[in-house]
C-alpha cells in the first residue's frame, strides 16, 4: 500500500466517523427534543389532574365541611385555622393601610368609601376611628374641594343674578356645607 492510498483510506475513515457522529448527534437531538416534549404534555396532565383534585376537595369541604368524614377531619381542621388566620392577616392589612373589611363580601374598603364597591354594602367601620379621636369625617371631594378657598356663586334675588364671595367653609357634624360670606362678614 503506497501511502497515497493510505492516507486517502485515513481521509474515508474519518469521514465516514464525522458523518457516522454527526448522524449520531442528530438521533440523540430528536430523541432529547421527543423527551422534552413528552415531559411537558405529562406535566401539563398532572397538572390539570392536581386542580381536579383541589376542585374535588373544594367541592367536599363545601358540602361537609361542618362534618367531615373522620378521615378527613384533620385537613378540615387545618383548612379552617387558616382561613381564620388569613382573616386576622386581612385585618391587620386593613388596619395598616387605614381601610377595612367589608362585612357583606370581604373585600378591602377604603375608610373615604362609604359603600363597599364590590357589593354596594354600608361601611360602618369608614369613619369609626376619624370618630373615636374627635375629628370629623372626611368629606367627598366632590362636595367640597378644599376649606377656606373662595367660591363664587350666584344668588337670585329679584331675578338678578349676583356673584357672592365665600371665605370660609364649616362643615358640620352631619356634613352639612355651609360658607360664610366674606362681604357681609
Given at each position: 500500500?503506497?501511502?497515497?492510498?493510505?492516507?486517502?483510506?485515513?481521509?474515508?475513515?474519518?469521514?465516514?466517523?464525522?458523518?457516522?457522529?454527526?448522524?449520531?448527534?442528530?438521533?440523540?437531538?430528536?430523541?432529547?427534543?421527543?423527551?422534552?416534549?413528552?415531559?411537558?404534555?405529562?406535566?401539563?396532565?398532572?397538572?390539570?389532574?392536581?386542580?381536579?383534585?383541589?376542585?374535588?376537595?373544594?367541592?367536599?369541604?363545601?358540602?361537609?365541611?361542618?362534618?367531615?368524614?373522620?378521615?378527613?377531619?384533620?385537613?378540615?381542621?387545618?383548612?379552617?385555622?387558616?382561613?381564620?388566620?388569613?382573616?386576622?392577616?386581612?385585618?391587620?392589612?386593613?388596619?395598616?393601610?387605614?381601610?377595612?373589611?367589608?362585612?357583606?363580601?370581604?373585600?378591602?374598603?377604603?375608610?373615604?368609601?362609604?359603600?363597599?364597591?364590590?357589593?354596594?354594602?354600608?361601611?360602618?367601620?369608614?369613619?369609626?376611628?376619624?370618630?373615636?379621636?374627635?375629628?370629623?369625617?372626611?368629606?367627598?371631594?366632590?362636595?367640597?374641594?378644599?376649606?377656606?378657598?373662595?367660591?363664587e356663586h350666584e344668588v337670585k334675588d329679584d331675578n338678578l343674578?349676583?356673584?357672592?364671595?365665600?371665605?370660609?367653609?364649616?362643615?358640620?357634624?352631619?356634613?352639612?356645607?355651609?360658607?360664610?360670606?366674606?362681604?357681609?362678614?
Amino acid at each position: 500500500m503506497e501511502i497515497k492510498e493510505f492516507i486517502q483510506k485515513i481521509g474515508e475513515d474519518a469521514g465516514n466517523s464525522v458523518s457516522k457522529f454527526a448522524k449520531g448527534v442528530a438521533e440523540n437531538s430528536k430523541k432529547l427534543a421527543e423527551k422534552t416534549k413528552t415531559k411537558k404534555t405529562m406535566q401539563g396532565f398532572e397538572r390539570k389532574m392536581q386542580e381536579s383534585y383541589q376542585e374535588i376537595g373544594k367541592i367536599y369541604f363545601s358540602l361537609h365541611g361542618e362534618m367531615p368524614d373522620e378521615e378527613y377531619s384533620e385537613h378540615v381542621k387545618n383548612i379552617i385555622l387558616a382561613q381564620e388566620e388569613i382573616a386576622k392577616c386581612q385585618q391587620k392589612l386593613a388596619e395598616l393601610e387605614k381601610s377595612s373589611i367589608c362585612s357583606s363580601c370581604g373585600s378591602v374598603i377604603e375608610n373615604t368609601q362609604k359603600f363597599c364597591p364590590q357589593c354596594g354594602a354600608k361601611n360602618e367601620e369608614a369613619f369609626k376611628e376619624n370618630k373615636s379621636s374627635g375629628e370629623k369625617e372626611p368629606l367627598d371631594e366632590s362636595i367640597i374641594e378644599a376649606e377656606s378657598e373662595i367660591v363664587e356663586h350666584e344668588v337670585k334675588d329679584d331675578n338678578l343674578p349676583v356673584k357672592e364671595s365665600v371665605s370660609e367653609v364649616t362643615v358640620s357634624d352631619d356634613n352639612s356645607v355651609d360658607a360664610i360670606d366674606s362681604e357681609n362678614n
